[in-house]
């Protein structure tokens, strides 16, 4: 139905572009380590070496694990298998909970605790009224 | 059908569609902003940063939207040398490009109440920064190409290069761990946002892909005005 030539370029064009995909999707897989934004708590309990070079460790802000005083913020990220302490001092973002997602930046001490220089809240994908979070709740 | 492509059929519809497009776009966006800045509630944990939402999320959806559209294009204007699509491609980028820039700016402007940070180096946020990178090179190809022939193998070449980087970004937020969230709205299964802040998003969405249809009618038309002052009755 087509001519050869109009055969022939669809040929070259999906060849570039399974080259090319097959590059970037090694090219990814060797820099996974700093695609990633942070790293889990479990991640921090199995590395081989602590290094003193800044890092984030992300996941869930344990629950009744906050512990405010005049210069300080303390608390515990878990992934629900591993956790690790995190001191920190200055202001926390809005979002900055109790059972909610948070990324912490800075040095570790050892593979429990952490100390941040920077304090970011990750929110989840879920958008809904108080009135629903309440219902919810309720249920 | 063919007859249709005709530069002077094409020509009288895209001269005298704008001014419909553009009362249907005051029309929904006015539509769009009462609902998602008045009418549609407040986010149980974000309160009311929550409404940047309803113009950020369309503006990157378009922009990847765009960019999808002038790939394929592209492609098959390189495939089956048909110049129309490349002078459609053309003229679609411009929107596309803005629409990036104000993903990444509302999403900056996000960013600072709720996660504490105007920018971050994540996954989902330096692909989208690449992807304006792509559109740039893509418009500046035009600029700086006057040949023809070479201006439509290199910005099918750049496209071909920045296609890549789309599912990146859409698959950014699973495949690593990135401070931006997963996405809200799924057609496999169930969207995590509420119908309250759903509707108000894809009117905005409508608004702006009008607002882009807009836009790319009076880009053609300069196109197509071109080629009738060079005195060509075909594309």
Do not use: C
Not at chain 2, 205 to 232: C, R
């Amino acid at each position: 139905m087509y001519g050869r030539k109009v055969k022939l370029r669809f040929l070259f064009v999906s060849t570039i572009l399974l080259i090319l995909i097959l590059t970037v999707f090694l090219v990814l897989k060797s820099l996974e380590e700093n695609v990633v934004y942070f790293q889990s708590p479990s991640e921090i309990k199995s590395l081989t070496e602590l290094t003193n070079n800044k890092i984030r460790v992300g996941g869930m802000v344990k629950k009744n694990s906050i512990s405010m005083n005049s210069n300080e913020v303390n608390f515990i990220i878990t992934d629900f298998k591993n956790e690790i302490n995190v001191t920190y001092s200055g202001a926390v973002p809005n979002l900055f909970e109790e059972g909610k997602g948070v990324v912490a930046e800075g040095v570790l001490k050892d593979r429990n605790f952490f100390s941040a220089t920077k304090i970011l809240a990750k929110h989840d994908e879920n958008y809904m009224p108080p009135e629903v979070k309440a219902a919810l709740e309720e249920n | 059908m063919f007859k249709l492509l005709e530069p002077n059929k094409i020509f009288q519809i895209t001269s005298k569609a704008p001014k419909y497009v553009l009362f249907l776009f005051v029309v929904v966006l006015s539509v769009g902003l009462v609902e998602a800045l008045i009418l549609s509630p407040e986010d149980y944990k974000q309160s009311d940063a929550v409404r940047i939402m309803y113009v950020h999320v369309p503006a990157a959806w378009i922009s990847l939207g765009i960019f999808s559209s002038i790939t394929v294009l592209s492609i098959s204007g390189f495939i089956f040398k048909n110049k129309n699509f490349f002078l459609i491609s053309k003229s679609l980028a411009p929107s596309g490009f803005v629409f990036n820039i104000i993903a990444l700016v509302t999403g900056s402007i996000w960013g600072k109440p709720t996660w504490g940070t105007w920018w971050a180096w994540d996954a989902r946020i330096t692909s989208m920064l690449i992807l304006a990178l792509f559109y740039a090179l893509y418009l500046i190809s035009w600029r700086i190409y006057e040949n023809e022939e070479k201006v439509f193998k290199i910005s099918t070449f750049i496209t071909i290069l920045g296609i890549i980087n789309v599912p990146i970004i859409k698959y950014s937020v699973d495949w690593w761990n990135t401070l931006h969230q997963p996405a809200s709205i799924n057609i496999l299964s169930k969207s995590t946002i509420h119908s309250s802040m759903l509707y108000p998003l894809l009117i905005m969405t409508a608004a702006f892909a009008l607002f882009s249809l807009l836009i790319f009618l009076m880009k053609y038309n300069t196109e197509l005005i071109k080629i009738k002052n060079k005195g060509l009755d075909r594309l």
